[in-house]
Nanobody, 123 residues
Framework: VQFVESGGDWVQPGGSQRLSCQGSGFVFSTSDMAWARQIPGRGLEWVAGHKSDGRTYYSESVKGRFTISRDNAKNTLYLQMTGLKPEDTAVYYC??????????????????WGRGTQVNVSL
């Protein structure tokens, strides 16, 4: 299993950015996928999940600002980020998600991980 992540860059507060993650070595179309981020000095935070059946889930910190999507024909997962804030500065990782949804609540569990792409939000 391999992932190639791209799109991380420096952006000003309020700006937008799109991350991409192309997977290989597994059946992407039937895999649940997710984005997580590592903020400096803090633990890993799950940001958004995209189930193979089309359901999507978001953390409260990004809901309404970030959109997760996928293109199964291209084996690619996306994260469209808008209204970026300095606190969104982090290394963003894509991963397969072996978690579950219980009573409508998303409980992610990472399987295979990409190497990450750095997003910096500052003036």
């Amino acid at each position: 299993v391999q992932f190639v992540e791209s799109g991380g860059d420096w952006v000003q507060p309020g700006g937008s950015q799109r991350l991409s993650c192309q997977g290989s070595g597994f059946v992407f179309s039937t895999s649940d996928m997710a984005w997580a981020r590592q903020i400096p000095g803090r633990g890993l935070e799950w940001v958004a999940g995209h189930k193979s059946d089309g359901r999507t889930y978001y953390s409260e910190s990004v809901k309404g600002r970030f959109t997760i999507s996928r293109d199964n024909a291209k084996n690619t997962l996306y994260l469209q980020m808008t209204g970026l804030k300095p606190e969104d500065t982090a290394v963003y990782y894509c991963a397969t998600d072996f978690g579950y949804v219980g009573r409508g609540v998303w409980h992610p569990c990472g399987g295979s991980w990409g190497r990450g792409t750095q997003v910096n939000v500052s003036l």
